[in-house]
């Protein structure tokens, strides 16, 4: 259920069992009101004294017969019963691709998992600041930055893992997309081997929608029918980077600050023209968004102050986004002028 009125020091009283009305319990609290529990049709069990009338009743659907004469009652005297369904029982992971970072690029299928979850470890690029909106679960901070691993993979798989054998209904959310060098198939893996239910929620690549931030549209008629998707994260070898330069189209390297000048010399050295247009996106949707264009000769002076998050463009398509940027400049430069003749 979406909590949409305001229940700030109300009393709700929650009916249903302690494992299927977990998650409407935290709901609830999280949205301010005073929750009582009722646990069993015949009043035998509950948390602490019940409200003589109460504001609300959520009642869980948790299967126990003889819930039915307690709502009517409820209803006939005039107090709201709200139905929820009932929590899952067997403990599961759902892998969430978060997108670039920003809340607006979820998918539903991603907010529904995260409203579901009851615990959900995430990494710093997902939009993890908009959590404590989206989930009333428990908010695990399993990042990695460069040169720091709190926690390391073999540890996250351990953890997603122990919770779900324990019952919980886990999330896993990452940045961008699970299976877009977000190591999704070893979690995968990790979940069959334990013999634990998983599925993938696919998310926005910033492979794509961070170029499009910039303007710079990965592919464009006459320009560039195909992309390549790099990790920048080691250097590429110099066969990779004879077939990159061989191959044409587009390419976009993903957290590829730390290897920048061994990509653009190694590039150079497999052919690829010195005036190849090349970007830089940092922080792709959020705040301090900034993009460096060069040349592939020159990107690694004009970048020299970048830093990861980043993606990397490289193609004739930067092109196309400094044109339309230009079209689109001129067009708010005309509109000033046409105001201040309107003015005068």
């Avoid at 710079?216 to 920048?232: A, D, K, L």
Wanted: one cysteine or more.
């Amino acid at each position: 259920m979406q909590l949409s009125i305001d229940l700030s020091g109300r009393e709700v009283l929650v009916t249903g069992s302690d494992t299927a009305a977990r998650q409407a319990v935290r709901r609830y609290r999280a949205a301010g009101a005073v929750v009582s529990r009722l646990s069993s049709p015949g009043g035998a069990r509950h948390d602490g004294p019940l409200p003589e009338r109460p504001f609300l009743v959520a009642a869980v659907d948790d299967g126990q017969p003889g819930w039915e004469a307690l709502l009517d009652r409820c209803r006939d005297t005039g107090i709201p019963v709200a139905v929820e369904p009932a929590a899952g029982t067997a403990g599961r992971v759902t892998l969430v691709g978060g997108g670039p970072g920003t809340i607006e690029l979820l998918t539903v299928a991603a907010v529904q998992a995260l409203r579901d979850a009851d615990v959900v470890f995430y990494d710093r690029l997902a939009p993890y600041q908009e959590l404590p909106a989206l989930s009333t679960a428990e908010l695990v901070d399993v990042g990695k930055r460069p040169g720091h691993h709190p926690v390391s993979q073999a540890g996250i798989e351990e953890l997603m893992v122990e919770a779900a054998l324990a019952g919980r209904n886990v999330v896993r959310l990452k940045g961008g997309d699970p299976y877009v060098f977000g190591r999704g198939g070893e979690e995968v893996a990790a979940c069959v081997k334990a013999g634990v239910p998983v599925r993938v929620i696919s998310g926005v690549t910033s492979a794509i929608s961070v170029p499009a931030a910039a303007g710079i549209p990965v592919t464009h008629r006459e320009v560039s029918h195909m992309f390549t998707v790099v990790s920048g994260h080691a250097p590429l070898t110099e066969k990779e980077h004879l077939h990159l330069a061989g191959l044409g189209g587009t390419i976009v390297v993903l957290m590829g600050i730390g290897t920048l000048h061994q990509l653009a010399a190694g590039l150079r050295r497999a052919g690829m023209r010195a005036d190849m247009p090349m970007a830089v996106v940092e922080r792709g949707y959020r705040p301090g968004q900034r993009t460096t264009i060069a040349e592939l000769g020159t990107i690694t002076t004009a970048a020299a102050e970048c830093s990861n998050p980043a993606v990397l463009v490289i193609g004739d398509v930067v092109r196309v986004a400094e044109a339309n940027r230009g079209c689109a400049e001129a067009e708010a430069e005309l509109g000033r002028l046409a105001a201040s003749l309107m003015g005068a």
